[in-house]
């Protein structure tokens, strides 16, 4: 029986969409009748070089768009170019109000509340270009910071971007050795980190790292020090390239912000993989691609206009922040949080939402699960007036997290589950606004992106779990991978499997509905008798026991087979007992089916994750079957593995 949907759009909403505002201008253009989402995504994806020429006068991208050709599909998927005579500058898109309107709010957990107009935003930027430029600062130069999601990330990037040089960041919880592992690669000649960073009501003073790391980069050939915690001068003592923020800008009075326009696939950022099985690959994408692809999600899939207010729950060292900042692009405020999402409570976000007035609440899977967990309930003590749609990523959305938002949080709200992620700097599948929620499923696939599910050997599936690929070249392809002159490690990463196509590495399925569900990441699949499991099936029903907290599975090569291992965290006073492990196994059972039953439960204290909160079941795996992990400083709490080592129960 097919369940009824979630949430569905009012035909007034539908009609006042930018997408069916968009649909009308193609069917005017062209002598088309497009009526659905199914029916703007088939023209999208069939129809490569209109949809594109008329997403960028649409959106109205600044710049040249050029006479040469719109899209040039090269002789391997990643040889494809777009707009190849095309002339913009990522900066002068972001920068398109000059008023006394907010652009950005901050909120430094309960320590500090900033807010910064869009003309105080363009002089800030003016002065830190200037500064830029009298430090030698120019196209394809690398200005690397550690720092917080504040303000000065925001004006260090765009003063980057206006000369042409390629940003990259981190947050500032990343041990030396990560950051060394990430910014050594790529040579910054600039580095700017802030003094400190506030967390879960603590003071976190960050000076020693930045000066270790500034010596060990020789590249770095100044340091510029943000005085988050009012402590720049401490960290300048100690570090003989670095200045103070406040000192550097002061010395460059603010004018009219200057942009160099550049070609369409000119490098912007460099992101990193997660890095937890070896060096993290250096990532490297175009200002044209980021922004066309980001602009997109935002004024279609997430109908985000001129002057809404745009939060996402993020740091500087998950693509999600390079997704935020775009909406600049829109004319969106953007609404900054750095710091613990539950200090003092788990309200801290709802009350940011109620006191600004937030339109679009964004945050991951697992965050709302946590909400869940602690018996929250955001719809009785908030008003949430102005919050008509929240994003959740960074892992699978379960179906019983799709109930306690529309129960807990807000009935009326347009729920989008989203993926894709650092590899494309934007998502492959994600929510709209024409189209219904169902429990549990993504909307479907974005615009312009020919997302689908395919078998091993290759084939289209209609039904059934399978590989999440893409079959057409899109923008915001990577330009290339940093130290890899012959491409070998980009053509690998994402063509070897499936030759001539993009294959994501998530584990993916339609659905009825024509939406998609993410089952977790393929490398992660577990295998026990030759079956793929998706580890995000039983994450959601495990996750539904009052008794854990969180749960970890990875498959354990055993007896000429894989085993499914269950590692859990349970709540305070609960115990795993023999009743608890027969209760765990009997909700798999029911709720999945019988080849998901774990073989072996383990209690743990604590599951390791990556620095944007995503859990590691390869890096377990590998600790486990004793296997050294590659890159320890990709995780948040790497401590954490040494709970997997040397397990009694996984012996027998």
């Given at each position: 029986?097919?369940?009824?949907?979630l949430?569905?759009?009012?035909?007034?909403?539908v009609?006042?969409s930018?997408?069916a505002?968009?649909?009308?201008e193609?069917?005017?253009?062209?002598?088309?009748?497009?009526?659905?989402?199914a029916d703007i995504?088939?023209?999208?994806?069939?129809?490569?070089e209109?949809?594109?020429?008329?997403?960028?006068?649409?959106m109205?991208?600044?710049?040249?768009?050029?006479?040469?050709?719109?899209?040039v599909q090269?002789?391997k998927?990643?040889?494809?170019?777009?707009?190849?005579g095309?002339?913009l500058?990522f900066?002068e898109?972001?920068?398109?109000?000059n008023d006394?309107?907010?652009?950005l709010?901050?909120r430094?957990e309960?320590?500090?509340?900033?807010?910064?107009?869009w003309?105080?935003?363009?002089?800030a930027?003016?002065?830190?270009?200037q500064?830029?430029r009298a430090?030698?600062i120019?196209?394809?130069?690398?200005?690397?910071?550690?720092?917080p999601?504040?303000?000065?990330?925001?004006i260090?990037?765009?003063?980057a971007?206006?000369?042409g040089a390629?940003?990259s960041?981190a947050?500032p919880d990343?041990?030396?050795?990560?950051?060394?592992?990430r910014?050594?690669?790529?040579?910054p000649?600039?580095?700017?980190?802030?003094d400190g960073?506030?967390?879960?009501?603590?003071t976190?003073?960050?000076g020693?790292?930045?000066?270790e790391?500034?010596?060990?980069?020789p590249?770095?050939?100044?340091?510029w020090?943000v005085p988050?915690l009012?402590?720049?001068?401490d960290v300048?003592a100690?570090?003989?390239?670095a200045?103070?923020?406040d000192?550097?800008l002061?010395?460059h009075p603010?004018?009219?912000?200057?942009?160099?326009r550049?070609?369409?696939?000119h490098p912007?950022y460099?992101?990193?993989s997660?890095?937890?099985t070896?060096?993290p690959?250096?990532?490297?994408?175009?200002?044209?691609?980021?922004?066309m692809?980001?602009?997109?999600?935002h004024?279609?899939?997430?109908?985000?206009?001129?002057?809404?207010?745009?939060f996402?729950f993020?740091?500087c060292?998950?693509?999600?922040?390079n997704w935020?900042?775009a909406g600049l692009?829109?004319?969106?405020?953007?609404?900054?949080?750095d710091?613990?999402p539950?200090?003092?409570d788990?309200?801290?976000?709802?009350d940011?939402a109620?006191?600004v007035?937030i339109?679009i609440?964004?945050?991951?899977?697992?965050y709302i699960d946590?909400l869940?967990?602690?018996?929250?309930?955001p719809?009785d003590t908030?008003?949430?007036?102005s919050?008509r749609m929240?994003t959740s990523t960074?892992s699978p959305?379960?179906?019983?997290?799709?109930?306690y938002v529309?129960?807990a949080?807000k009935?009326d709200?347009?729920?989008?589950s989203?993926?894709?992620g650092t590899?494309?700097c934007?998502?492959?599948v994600?929510?709209n606004?024409?189209?219904?929620?169902y429990?549990?499923e993504?909307q479907?696939a974005g615009l312009?992106?020919?997302?689908d599910?395919?078998?091993?050997e290759?084939?289209?599936?209609?039904?059934?779990?399978?590989?999440l690929?893409?079959l057409?070249?899109?923008?915001s392809i990577?330009?290339?991978?940093?130290?890899?002159a012959d491409g070998?490690?980009y053509h690998?990463?994402?063509?070897?499997?499936f030759?001539?196509?993009?294959?994501?590495?998530d584990?993916?399925e339609w659905t009825e509905?024509?939406?998609?569900?993410?089952?977790g990441?393929?490398?992660?699949t577990?295998?026990?008798?030759g079956?793929r499991i998706?580890?995000a099936?039983?994450?959601?029903?495990?996750e539904?026991?009052?008794e854990?907290?969180e749960?970890?599975?990875?498959g354990?090569d055993?007896?000429n087979?894989?085993?499914?291992?269950l590692?859990v965290?349970?709540?305070?006073?609960?115990?795993?007992d023999?009743?608890?492990?027969q209760?765990i196994k009997?909700?798999i059972?029911h709720?999945?089916?019988?080849?998901?039953?774990?073989a072996?439960?383990?209690?743990v204290?604590d599951?390791p994750?990556t620095k944007?909160g995503k859990?590691t079941?390869?890096a377990?795996?590998?600790?486990?079957h004793?296997r050294?992990?590659?890159?320890t400083?990709?995780?948040?709490?790497?401590?954490?593995l040494d709970?997997?080592?040397d397990?009694?129960?996984?012996?027998?």
């Open positions: 029986m097919k369940l009824p949907p949430w569905s759009p009012t035909e007034k909403s009609e006042n930018r997408l505002r968009l649909m009308a193609v069917n005017a253009a062209d002598d088309l009748d497009l009526r659905t989402y995504h088939s023209y999208s994806v069939r129809e490569t209109a949809f594109w020429a008329k997403a960028w006068d649409f109205g991208l600044i710049g040249e768009r050029g006479d040469g050709p719109i899209f090269g002789d998927f990643e040889a494809s170019r777009f707009f190849e095309a002339r500058n900066a898109n972001l920068l398109r109000k006394d309107t907010p652009a709010i901050f430094g309960d320590k500090v509340a900033r807010t910064l107009s003309a105080e935003l363009h002089a930027v003016s002065s830190a270009q500064a830029m430090a030698g120019g196209e394809g130069d690398r200005v690397a910071a550690l720092i999601n504040m303000p000065e990330a925001i260090a990037l765009l003063a971007a206006s000369l390629i940003w960041s947050s990343f041990g030396v050795q990560g950051v060394l592992d910014f050594g690669q790529i040579e000649k600039l580095f700017i980190a802030c960073y506030y967390y879960a009501g603590k976190l003073y960050t020693d790292k930045v000066a790391i500034v010596a060990k980069i590249s770095i050939e100044q340091a020090i988050y009012g402590r720049a001068g300048v100690t570090c003989p390239k200045r103070a923020w000192e550097v002061t010395a603010a004018t009219d912000v200057e942009f160099t550049l070609s369409f696939s912007l460099i992101l990193y997660s890095g937890t070896g060096t690959k250096c990532i490297v994408h175009s200002g044209g691609g980021a922004l692809q980001q602009m997109k999600e004024q279609l899939h997430c109908d985000l206009r001129d002057g809404d207010k745009l996402y993020t740091t060292g998950w693509m999600m922040w935020l900042v692009a829109t004319g969106a405020t953007l609404v900054l949080y710091g613990s539950f200090h003092p788990g309200n801290v976000l709802f940011l109620d006191e007035g339109d609440f964004g945050t991951s899977a697992k946590s869940k967990k602690a018996g929250l309930r719809r908030h008003k949430l007036s919050v929240i960074g959305l379960a179906p019983e997290s799709f109930d529309y129960d949080i009935p709200v347009h729920l989008a989203i993926s894709g590899d494309i934007g998502c492959f994600l929510g606004p024409l189209s219904p929620v429990r549990g993504i479907g312009g992106m020919a997302v599910v395919f078998d091993d290759g084939r289209h599936l209609d039904h059934g779990k399978g590989e690929v893409c057409k070249p899109f923008p990577p330009v290339y991978f940093w130290n890899d070998t490690k690998n990463a994402y063509f070897d499997r030759p001539g196509l993009w294959h994501h590495g584990f993916a509905n024509g939406g998609i569900v993410i089952h990441r393929s490398d992660a577990l295998n026990p008798g079956v998706g580890t099936e039983i994450y959601r029903q495990v539904q026991l009052e854990i907290k749960a970890i599975v990875i354990q055993w007896d087979d894989v085993r499914v291992v590692f965290v349970l709540k305070a006073g609960a115990v795993l023999e009743g608890l492990k209760t009997a909700k059972r709720g999945a089916s019988p080849r998901h039953v774990p072996v439960i383990v209690q204290p599951i994750r944007s859990i079941e390869i377990v795996r590998d600790i486990v004793g050294a992990v590659k890159n400083e990709a995780l948040a709490n790497p401590d954490a709970h997997y080592r397990i009694g129960d996984l012996q027998k």
